[in-house]
């Protein structure tokens, strides 16, 4: 199964900044995914990945608040602007439908 | 839409005791069906996955699960746990049919293994 490397592993930022979240795969890949998961809670899709096209995102994510490009079937990146502390959160992409990266543990003061 | 029931939040479970955790989803289609562990502070890790074949699958760790279709079910299963099963445990469902929709994800489940 495909190997996916996620970074930063972690960060804290300041209010009002963004942050870009980048995830490299082993191997070229048709859909990427991208999820959060909040404090205590489970993993909730943000959005899909296709690569050259737009990303879909589900419903109370927009594309403003979370940009992702795709720009190949290996790589694609979520940036998280102007970071709230709500956005707190371990933000984790997927790849072939299943496969995890080890997960961005952000923190927003 | 798809949806996923984990019925216990926690589950505390004496050590070398057999545990259950409870699964149940909804589909209007085929599924896969996943079972992740994530332990304190540390990312997800795939513990098995039915995506189709025997309705039985094991872990490397000695974990089962069991796809009921009937009955909607995907249950985990150890027959004899240890102190490092204690972590939070996530059942999820896919559609089989593309695997374009991401997953779903159930609530978790805290499994804490009492000595």
């Known amino acids: 199964s495909a190997v996916i490397s996620q970074k930063p592993s972690r960060d804290i930022c300041q209010r009002g900044t963004s942050l870009t979240i980048q995830c490299q795969v082993d191997?070229?890949?048709?859909?990427m995914f991208w999820y959060r998961q909040q404090p205590g809670q489970s993993l909730t899709l943000i959005a899909t990945?296709?690569?050259?096209?737009?990303?879909?995102?589900e419903s109370g994510f927009v594309i403003d608040k979370f940009p992702i490009s795709r720009p190949n079937l290996t790589f694609s990146t979520l940036t998280v602007s102007n970071m709230s502390p709500e956005d707190s959160s371990i933000y984790l992409c997927?790849?072939?439908?299943?496969?995890f990266g080890s997960g961005t543990r952000l923190t927003v003061v | 839409a798809q949806s996923v029931t984990q019925l216990d939040s926690q589950v505390p479970v004496f050590e070398e005791a057999p545990v259950e955790l409870r699964c149940n989803y909804s589909?209007?289609?085929?599924?896969?069906l996943f079972w992740y562990v994530q332990y304190p502070n540390q990312g997800l890790q795939l513990l098995l996955k039915?995506?189709?074949?025997?309705?039985l699958v094991e872990s490397i760790n000695g974990f089962e699960a069991e796809f009921n279709k009937s009955q909607t079910s995907f249950h985990l299963r150890k027959p004899s746990v240890h102190i490092s099963d204690t972590a939070e445990y996530f059942c999820?469902?896919?559609?089989?049919?593309?695997?374009?929709?991401?997953?779903?994800f159930g609530k978790g489940t805290h499994l804490i293994i009492q000595p």
């Open positions: 039915y995506l189709s074949g025997s309705t």
């Open positions: 589909s209007s289609v085929s599924v896969y």
């Open positions: 999820a469902v896919g559609n089989s049919g593309g695997g374009a929709d991401g997953l779903t």
């Open positions: 990945a296709n690569q050259g096209s737009e990303a879909t995102y």
């Open positions: 191997s070229q890949v048709t859909m």
């Open positions: 997927s790849a072939n439908g299943y496969t």
